[in-house]
């Protein structure tokens, strides 16, 4: 068991399968000139599935969340969900996606087992998406959610980051399109992840200021306590439901109390939080053939020291100096 000294209880594991993306999105990383790992210190694929392996057979974990980088970028992807999925007790699998690769690879990965996806989709107006993403695919995100959809990668829920001068004026319409379409829009709190350390506290968009828009159009009821249990996201039915829509407010109500996760960077690192500044390394003993009871006590001992916060209610935080595409979302 994953426990820490707060008497959370970790369950859910995110992978990051590699720090490369095809996207260059202002909020994450700088257009060019960010380093990336050497292939060496990539974990593999068999290391991979080991780890996850352990964590699900040793240390309770029944749920994985493939990250990136971009997730679809990593070529053994398929086979990697496969060997997963084979896994007893069987682990609830799930992909955090830019989505441009998904029209090609949906159907392959439900057949290899993954349950669903998450997909990052900021706008509507591609001309907005260019300037955001610096890349021209937003037609390429749009035919991937469908892809998910039809291949019953559902519920496919698209996450939502505003930018003030961007797109902070499309949350209403952004939600009338969910709902047209059937997937679940989850706004996120724009979080200090930018290799450039361009993020500033004053000017974002808050969960307030979303729920203010989204209110011009919709009726909000808040789902509950209840109903979010460890989730991230707060939920409100639109309309009375069914639909829904989640605001994860990171910065502003930050929900380190009820946390259940841990992480696995793409070089083989455990990480207790998104924004922890410490690291255990996992690959080294991977790779001096350390048995698996050994890889899981340094895993344990690692959670046992996750802080209580992330510090991303303090005024005076400072971003992590590790490019968090990385690190995984």
């Known amino acids: 068991m994953l426990i820490d000294t707060y008497g959370r209880v970790a369950t859910d594991l995110r992978v990051s399968l590699t720090d490369r993306c095809n996207l260059r999105c202002t909020y994450c990383m700088p257009e060019e000139g960010l380093q990336w790992l050497a292939k060496p210190d990539l974990l593999t694929d068999d290391e991979?599935?080991?780890?996850?392996?352990?964590?699900?057979?040793?240390?309770?974990?029944?749920?994985v969340r493939f990250t990136g980088g971009e997730p679809l970028l990593r070529p053994g992807l398929v086979s990697i969900v496969e060997r997963c999925a084979a896994l007893a007790p069987r682990p609830r699998m799930s992909l955090t996606t830019n989505g441009i690769g998904l029209?090609?690879?949906?159907?392959?990965?439900?057949?290899?087992g993954l349950d669903r996806v998450n997909v990052s989709l900021d706008t509507l107006r591609p001309d907005v998406f260019k300037t955001l993403t610096r890349r021209d695919r937003h037609h390429d995100v749009l035919a991937g959610l469908e892809a998910a959809r039809e291949a019953g990668l559902t519920p496919v829920k698209v996450n939502t980051v505003l930018m003030p001068g961007l797109n902070d004026d499309e949350a209403p319409e952004l939600l009338a399109w969910a709902v047209e379409h059937g997937y679940e829009l989850r706004f996120i709190e724009q979080m200090p992840l930018d290799a450039q350390h361009g993020w500033?506290?004053?000017?974002?968009?808050?969960?307030?200021d979303i729920l203010r828009s989204l209110r011009t159009r919709?009726?909000?009821?808040?789902?509950?306590?209840?109903?979010?249990?460890?989730?991230?996201?707060?939920?409100?039915?639109?309309?009375?439901?069914?639909?829904?829509?989640?605001?994860?407010?990171?910065?502003?109500?930050?929900?380190?109390?009820?946390?259940?996760?841990?992480?696995?960077?793409?070089?083989?690192?455990?990480?207790?939080?998104?924004?922890?500044?410490?690291?255990?390394?996992?690959?080294?003993?991977?790779?001096?053939?350390?048995?698996?009871?050994?890889?899981?006590?340094?895993?344990?001992?690692?959670?046992?020291?996750?802080?209580?916060?992330?510090?991303?209610?303090?005024?005076?935080?400072?971003?992590?100096?590790r490019p968090m595409s990385a690190i995984g979302g």
């Open 218 to 321: 919709f009726t909000l009821t808040e789902e509950g306590t209840g109903e979010r249990g460890s989730a991230p996201a707060e939920r409100w039915l639109v309309d009375g439901g069914p639909h829904r829509v989640g605001v994860i407010a990171s910065v502003t109500r930050p929900f380190c109390r009820a946390c259940d996760r841990t992480r696995l960077t793409a070089d083989g690192q455990v990480r207790t939080c998104l924004f922890a500044r410490e690291e255990t390394d996992l690959r080294g003993a991977l790779r001096s053939d350390a048995p698996d009871e050994e890889i899981a006590r340094i895993w344990t001992l690692a959670m046992w020291g996750k802080k209580a916060g992330s510090g991303l209610d303090d005024p005076s935080f400072l971003q992590p100096d």
């Open 103 to 112: 029209r090609r690879t949906a159907a392959a990965l439900k057949a290899a």
């Open 200 to 208: 500033k506290r004053d000017g974002m968009i808050t969960a307030g």
């Open 48 to 63: 991979i599935v080991r780890l996850i392996g352990i964590a699900v057979t040793r240390l309770g974990i029944t749920e």
